[in-house]
């Protein structure tokens, strides 16, 4: 099979040849069909000091399933986040990590969905964002970002903000619903809001927190860092909530289940409409990392093996 890998921090990343793996007690293999690339996966080749396998949200047909599982069988149509190889043309998950695709829906809609959405919907419940408080979010033209502010106007939202790096994405984000649409350089990002969805981290933390009302809460679930001061927080009773998907896959199995069922449902109801922004083919995944690098999508961007 293909996969695809780098050697060192910043790549190149290059195709190789490689055995189709073998699932082990409680995974499945998955025969891929889409990918989704994401800002974390992309970070990871760039910063990291030693290279990882490229993994994320993949989607496609279980081709084998390893001892012990029992939620699925070759043949059927799943998608999750795989830790190992993802981007190849076979890989492992975890029976934990998977989902069945419903019918009627694709792969891609499976990768353009369900992480992203998840994340976007469990941002959301952790900001305890209640109908009609205001709520902005940013990188709102993201695979995650776009989702979210679907989301927060179909939860009930008073006021949609989008906040993003250039404003030739505002169009983009008005049609998903937001009522504003504001750019991270702007001097001021209009009237104060309740929520704060922050998937940038860094520098933006402070125009981000500064964008909160009194009693406003900010959820963090980016891994671009950054420091808040605690008195930043103290003046106007703010406060700051680290949100990762990861631990509620792991922790709260029957929460994460039940959000991606409703994600499935929103879609099927039109409630939710995910947005790709380009399919690449494998061998062109440097161009997909490169997209992403430069913030230049409206939506997901999606690997085809």
Same mark, same amino acid.
């Given at each position: 099979?293909?996969?695809?890998?780098?050697?060192?921090?910043?790549?190149?990343?290059?195709?190789?040849?490689?055995?189709?793996?073998?699932?082990?007690?409680?995974?499945?293999?998955?025969?891929?069909?889409?990918?989704?690339?994401?800002?974390?996966?992309?970070?990871?080749?760039?910063?990291?000091?030693?290279?990882?396998?490229?993994?994320?949200?993949?989607?496609?047909?279980v081709a084998a399933v390893g001892a012990g599982v029992?939620?699925?069988r070759s043949g059927e149509r799943v998608t999750g986040?795989?830790?190992?190889?993802?981007?190849?043309?076979?890989?492992?998950?975890?029976?934990?990590?998977?989902?069945?695709?419903?019918?009627?829906?694709?792969?891609?809609? &499976?990768?353009?969905?369900?992480? $992203?959405?998840?994340? *976007?919907?469990?941002? !959301?419940?952790? #900001?305890? +964002?209640?109908? @009609?408080?205001?709520?902005?979010?940013?990188?709102?033209?993201?695979?995650?970002?776009?989702?979210?502010?679907?989301?927060?106007?179909?939860?009930?939202?008073?006021?949609?903000?989008?906040?993003?790096?250039?404003?030739?994405?505002?169009?983009?984000?008005?049609?998903?619903?937001?009522?504003?649409?504001?750019?991270?350089?702007?001097?001021?990002?209009?009237?104060?809001?309740?929520?704060?969805?922050?998937?940038?981290?860094?520098?933006?933390?402070?125009?981000?927190?500064?964008?909160?009302?009194?009693?406003?809460?900010?959820? &963090?679930?980016?891994?671009?860092? $950054?420091?808040?001061? *605690?008195?930043?927080? !103290?003046?106007? #009773?703010? +406060?700051?909530? @680290?949100?990762?998907?990861?631990?509620?896959?792991?922790?709260?199995?029957?929460?994460?289940?039940?959000?991606?069922?409703?994600?499935?449902?929103?879609?099927?109801?039109?409630?939710?409409?995910?947005?790709?922004?380009?399919?690449?083919?494998?061998?062109?995944?440097?161009?997909?990392?490169?997209?992403?690098?430069?913030?230049?999508?409206?939506?997901?961007?999606?690997?085809?093996?």
């Open positions: 099979m293909r996969r695809v890998r780098y050697e060192s921090t910043g790549g190149p990343l290059f195709l190789e040849e490689a055995p189709v793996p073998e699932p082990g007690p409680g995974e499945v293999l998955v025969r891929v069909e889409a990918v989704g690339v994401t800002l974390p996966v992309v970070r990871k080749v760039t910063e990291s000091a030693e290279p990882i396998p490229l993994g994320g949200e993949i989607a496609g047909e029992t939620r699925f986040l795989c830790f190992g190889h993802g981007y190849a043309d076979f890989a492992v998950l975890h029976e934990s990590m998977a989902s069945p695709i419903p019918p009627g829906a694709t792969a891609v809609d &499976a990768v353009a969905l369900v992480r $992203g959405g998840l994340v *976007a919907f469990g941002a !959301l419940e952790a #900001a305890r +964002s209640a109908p @009609g408080e205001a709520v902005l979010v940013t990188a709102a033209a993201s695979g995650a970002g776009h989702l979210a502010v679907q989301l927060a106007r179909a939860r009930g939202a008073g006021r949609v903000v989008g906040a993003v790096s250039d404003a030739g994405k505002a169009d983009f984000v008005r049609s998903l619903g937001a009522d504003d649409c504001v750019r991270y350089g702007d001097a001021d990002w209009g009237d104060p809001v309740d929520c704060v969805l922050d998937a940038v981290g860094g520098e933006l933390l402070t125009p981000a927190l500064a964008a909160l009302a009194p009693h406003g809460r900010l959820v &963090a679930y980016s891994s671009g860092g $950054g420091t808040i001061q *605690a008195y930043d927080l !103290l003046v106007d #009773a703010k +406060s700051v909530i @680290g949100f990762q998907m990861a631990l509620i896959a792991r922790g709260r199995p029957e929460l994460y289940e039940e959000w991606r069922r409703e994600l499935w449902r929103m879609l099927a109801d039109g409630t939710l409409r995910p947005a790709v922004h380009e399919e690449f083919a494998l061998e062109d995944a440097a161009k997909a990392h490169a997209t992403i690098e430069t913030r230049t999508n409206l939506g997901k961007v999606v690997l085809r093996p």
